[in-house]
């Protein structure tokens, strides 16, 4: 159900939605958290709103959509209400900002928010310089930016860098994980030698793959080297060199991997690229600083830049088994929209 509320007020939309759960017949709210969501008006909310729906199964909230429109407008505050199937697991309220109150949007924002229950900020656009001191990552235990979404995706990530504050983490880290956990994974294994270079190889504008560059510079102790590939998508290949031989893991084409290490027969893992809504249901999970993320940032200055090159071709072709991070069999699976 989709109700629209032109020219309203927050107490308007908060008597409203005590009307629907009163006429719905809920007398308890099962939410964990407030979302709150900062577009500008027209930039792909819909995507944005999808996604958290989809994430708000595995995390029931109250969405709060802060869509500001145009600045030269009078000021005015058109809302929506989604609930039921228009919402997946949660409610959604649209706040559509114009004029001067486009910059009040954490004012708009309070009135509204889940009494005792933690908030999270997510820009899945533009996010500010700085997202903890924003009036609305204020409000926030969390903040979730996407550097990959960002018009400069380097220069985005590096701002992340020098504007850090607990809470704050990006989905081009988020990305990471499935490479995180089989490079990590792939170390468990004999021989037990010392990583001696690493080298990481991607698309010029992946801001995952700097962070996974500077990620294995902070755990290896190593100075980590950051390629850009001539082909592939996203992060292409990794190598890490030891005494006994290398361990290779190639994904050339955005959807499987293969992984190649000494004393070993190369194998393939999935390694699909991971979409929007995945990477937010996996940030919703945690509302603590996360460490790991936030001593990767600070490695970013170690890793060192290569000349481009492309991934080896022959890797690709070795293993004709399919395989997931944890190495039970998996079917393949499609492109995802978007991911590292």
Not at 58 to 76: D, S
Not at 119 to 146: E, M, N
Not at 239 to 262: E, F, N, Y
Request: proline content about 7%; overall charge neutral; hydrophobic content about 40%.
């Amino acid at each position: 159900m989709i109700i629209d509320l032109p020219s309203t007020t927050t107490s308007q939309i908060n008597s409203r939605l005590v009307r629907l759960r009163d006429e719905g017949g809920a007398t308890t709210l099962g939410r964990v958290l407030t979302l709150v969501i900062v577009t500008e008006d027209g930039q792909r909310t819909d995507a944005a709103i999808d996604a958290a729906n989809d994430a708000s199964r595995e995390h029931p909230c109250r969405v709060i959509v802060v869509a500001r429109g145009a600045r030269q407008a009078a000021p005015r505050l058109d809302a929506q209400i989604r609930v039921g199937g228009d919402a997946g697991a949660s409610e959604v309220v649209v706040l559509r900002l114009y004029g001067e109150l486009a910059k009040e949007g954490a004012s708009c924002v309070m009135p509204l928010l889940l009494p005792d229950t933690p908030v999270v900020a997510w820009w899945p656009f533009d996010a500010p310089v700085s997202p903890s001191k924003d009036p609305i990552g204020q409000l926030a235990q969390r903040r979730i930016t996407d550097a990959a979404a960002e018009k400069n995706p380097i220069k985005a990530l590096e701002s992340r860098r020098a504007h850090y504050a607990p809470g704050d983490t990006d989905l081009a880290w988020t990305r990471l994980t499935l490479w995180r956990a089989m490079l990590a994974s792939s170390l468990d294994l004999p021989p037990y030698e010392k990583v001696t270079e690493a080298d990481v190889t991607g698309e010029a504008d992946s801001p995952s793959t700097d962070l996974l560059a500077a990620w294995l510079t902070d755990r290896l102790k190593v100075s980590a080297k950051r390629f850009k590939a001539t082909s592939g998508e996203g992060i292409v290949e990794v190598r890490l060199g030891r005494p006994s031989g290398d361990v290779d893991l190639i994904r050339p084409d955005g959807k499987v991997g293969t992984l190649a290490q000494p004393g070993q027969p190369s194998r393939r893992v999935a390694l699909q690229r991971r979409s929007v809504r995945d990477c937010l249901a996996e940030e919703l999970r945690r509302l603590d600083p996360d460490e790991v993320y936030a001593a990767a940032l600070r490695s970013l200055s170690k890793v060192a830049k290569g000349r481009a090159h492309s991934a080896k071709p022959e890797a690709a072709e070795e293993a004709p088994a399919v395989e997931s991070a944890n190495g039970s069999a998996a079917p393949k699976k499609s492109k995802a929209k978007a991911g590292s």
